[in-house]
């Protein structure tokens, strides 16, 4: 509470590379920071940073916040496209190869940047062909919980994989342990810029069909999967 946008985002990422700084690093081998966090090498795995998707837009927001702390960061954005090695404002973003969520690269993409730790900021459940290769990795997973009990996916990367679970929510915090996991964590954000209440009749004037008292319902939800995101389920609801 009183903190500007700004000043959130900085203290969520300050509060993450604390987290993992202390999980992970090495105190007498590696360089602190001023304020006791162990400066690392971290591979960041999710969606690249121009990707308008919920984890795209989030790398956009951390990755150089992490990195304005001392670390040194580099992008695994698999999910976003294939081909070349491209930049981000200084960043360098990996491509996928042939699968989609990095099951093929992520191991040859960790030693590649010598990396001190990998986060992961995507589903979690995505990355079972690869468990057995994370084990051998320091791998911490930030992640939404959106099930309970926590999806047999996730579970099963958890345990295979060995990775330390990072919850966004006090919700997925408890599911999380409630499965037995040693979850930290680390609420996320958003860009209050972009994201925040607006003027409710400008949108109401723009749409004639919709009133002061018509009763609207949003679902923010990926559509290319007509089960996965339960659309049949939710208008059942009504």
């Not at 959130?8 to 602190?32: C, D, G, H, K, W």
């Not at 990996?94 to 590649?112: F, H, K, Q, T």
């Not at 290769?133 to 959106?146: E, G, I, Y």
């Amino acid at each position: 509470a009183g903190f500007t946008e700004t000043q959130s985002l900085e203290l969520t990422a300050r509060y993450l590379s604390l987290v993992v700084s202390i999980m992970f690093a090495n105190p007498p081998e590696q360089q602190q920071d001023p304020g006791g966090v162990c400066l690392m090498r971290l591979l960041w795995h999710s969606n690249a940073p121009w990707n308008g998707s919920g984890y795209g837009i989030e790398t956009a927001l951390f990755v150089p916040r992490i990195a304005s702390l001392g670390h040194e960061v580099i992008i695994s954005a698999p999910y976003s496209f294939g081909g070349n090695v491209l930049e981000w404002e200084g960043f360098q973003v990996l491509p996928c190869v042939r699968d989609p969520a990095g099951n093929d690269i992520i191991s040859a993409n960790y030693e590649y940047f010598k990396a001190d730790l990998m986060i992961t900021l995507a589903d979690v459940f995505g990355l079972m062909k690869c468990a057995d290769a994370l084990s051998q990795m320091n791998v911490a997973h930030w992640f939404p919980v959106d099930t309970n009990p926590l999806g047999e996916g996730d579970v099963t990367v958890l345990r295979e994989g060995r990775g330390t679970p990072i919850a966004m929510s006090r919700f997925g915090e408890r599911v999380l342990q409630a499965e037995g996991a040693e979850s930290l964590y680390v609420p996320h954000g958003v860009d209050t810029d972009v994201f925040s209440p607006g003027d409710p009749h400008v949108y109401r004037d723009g749409v004639p069909e919709i009133g002061p008292d018509t009763f609207v319902i949003g679902m923010c939800a990926m559509n290319r999967d007509p089960q996965r995101k339960g659309f049949a389920e939710q208008m059942l609801a009504f």
